[in-house]
């Protein structure tokens, strides 16, 4: 079975700094992925997803994430943040065309942005 | 409505008691899901159904059971609710198909306290 690792559980930063956070996942075969975000007491938004073809991926809000299969990596990027991204991040995986595999996340980092 | 929609928003349930989370699609999806979120552990998928009338395990199916009679409804239930059992849960759904693209939209989530 697949498994998804976020390096780190908490980030702490001051507005305008640049944020860069980790996923890696465990599965050898052809994957999609997801970033979804979760504001303080909403549900998840999705933020920015890979299917295919370019591997630097454009989200809402100036998100980006990088796709590099050969480290099993798909990070999150900001250049620059906002009081306002204050909230918990989470990296997700669907292996694609294997049947009986779903979406499986990571343990997911939460963001605090001091003004 | 449009999208998700789970009721209740929040129960307080003494353990023991049989309990019905409700969750309802307008978007025709033919996939649904139900996830518990428990800190640090990120989303855990409990049960899936891929399409009306049929449903799966996910990862932590033990104590809850679905149904899928319709589209759009796909109820949770909690036979006899055990203190392990407090979660936020969400309900999500996505169109799959031959191509594996699966985002999935998420519902508000409702807060389960079990005492």
């Known amino acids: 079975a697949q498994s998804v690792s976020q390096h780190n559980h908490h980030v702490i930063l001051s507005e305008a700094a640049s944020l860069e956070l980790g996923c890696n996942y465990s599965y050898g075969g052809t994957v999609n992925l997801f970033w979804y975000v979760q504001y303080p007491g909403q549900h998840l938004q999705l933020l920015l997803k890979?299917?295919?073809?370019?591997?630097l991926v454009k989200g809402i809000k100036g998100f980006e994430a990088e796709f590099i299969k050969s480290k099993f990596s798909f990070n999150l990027r900001k250049p620059s943040v906002q009081w306002s991204d204050t909230a918990e991040y989470f990296c997700a995986v669907i292996p694609i065309k294997a049947a009986g595999n779903k979406l499986t996340f990571g343990g997911g980092t939460r963001v605090l942005v001091k003004p | 409505i449009a999208g998700i929609t789970q009721a209740p928003t929040s129960q307080i349930l003494a353990a023991g008691r049989r309990m019905t989370l409700r969750c309802t699609q307008d978007m025709r999806h033919n996939a649904m899901y139900w996830y518990r979120q428990d800190l640090g552990l990120g989303l855990r998928l409990i049960h899936y159904?891929?399409?009306?009338?049929?449903?799966g395990k996910g990862e932590v199916p033990d104590g809850y059971s679905v149904s899928r009679a319709n589209t759009d409804d796909f109820p949770l239930t909690l036979a006899s609710a055990v203190p392990s059992q407090t979660s936020v849960y969400f309900c999500?759904?996505?169109?799959?198909?031959?191509?594996?693209?699966?985002?999935?939209?998420f519902g508000p989530g409702t807060r389960l306290t079990v005492l």
């Open positions: 890979y299917f295919s073809g370019d591997p």
């Open positions: 159904s891929n399409t009306a009338g049929t449903t």
């Open positions: 999500a759904s996505s169109l799959e198909n031959r191509a594996g693209h699966n985002e999935q939209f």
